[in-house]
């Protein structure tokens, strides 16, 4: 359906439901006054409309995956660089090259000074929490959520080996990922602009 049809579609249901809700698309309005809507009566309306369903618990756990820069929300689990290496090659290096610094996506790894200007984990990103944060909600791009806990703290650890921020025997974890300090991070100063419109 092109987007002419899905309009004509979208305004029949709507004329439709208003119809049915006992109520006229516009109403009618004196001479010189603009025409509004009338307000549909709710009085008869089931309780339910029988879309979709309460959402349990487990759930709302399930999508509540938001990691905070101080680490607040990282699950248990951990991984070095050496394990990482192995997730990576089998789940990430077709999009990001054998070493995540060749592509054809994203160039991953990058340190400070590159002299390519690509915006890369070691160059560029503030906190590493992040980094846990993306690889958890977004990869692979073709299974995104598929990976373990342990697979993600693996991959971190790899790429933050790769782009010389840790060593190859640092364990990453809950406690050890919000201790790492990114190059980049003295790069990022907070707004603290005054006099104007303020987003905080």
Not at 75 to 98: D, I, L, R
Not at 119 to 136: E, F, M, Q, S, V
Not at 162 to 173: E, G, K, L, R, S
Request: charge should be negative.
């Amino acid at each position: 359906m092109n987007n002419q049809g899905l309009f004509y579609f979208l305004l029949c249901v709507w004329l439709i439901a208003m119809t049915s809700c006992g109520s006229s698309p516009v109403g009618t309005a004196a001479p010189g006054k603009l025409a509004t809507a009338s307000t549909p009566d709710t009085s008869n309306w089931p309780s339910s409309f029988a879309f979709g369903h309460t959402a349990s618990a487990s759930y709302i756990d399930s999508i509540d995956i938001d990691i905070a820069p101080d680490g607040k929300g990282l699950p248990a689990g951990s991984g070095t660089a050496t394990e990482g290496q192995t997730v990576y090659a089998v789940k990430c290096a077709a999009c990001h090259g054998k070493t995540g610094a060749e592509g054809p996506f994203q160039k991953l790894v990058g340190a400070m000074g590159d002299t390519t200007k690509a915006k890369t984990i070691g160059n560029y990103w503030p906190y590493a929490t992040t980094l846990y944060d993306y690889i958890r909600r977004a990869m692979p791009f073709n299974e995104p959520g598929s990976l373990t806990n342990a697979e993600v703290y693996q991959l971190t650890a790899y790429l933050l080996h790769a782009n010389q921020i840790i060593d190859a025997t640092t364990v990453i974890d809950a406690g050890s990922l919000p201790q790492v300090q990114m190059p980049a991070r003295a790069l990022f100063v907070n707004d603290d602009r005054k006099g104007g419109p303020e987003i905080r």
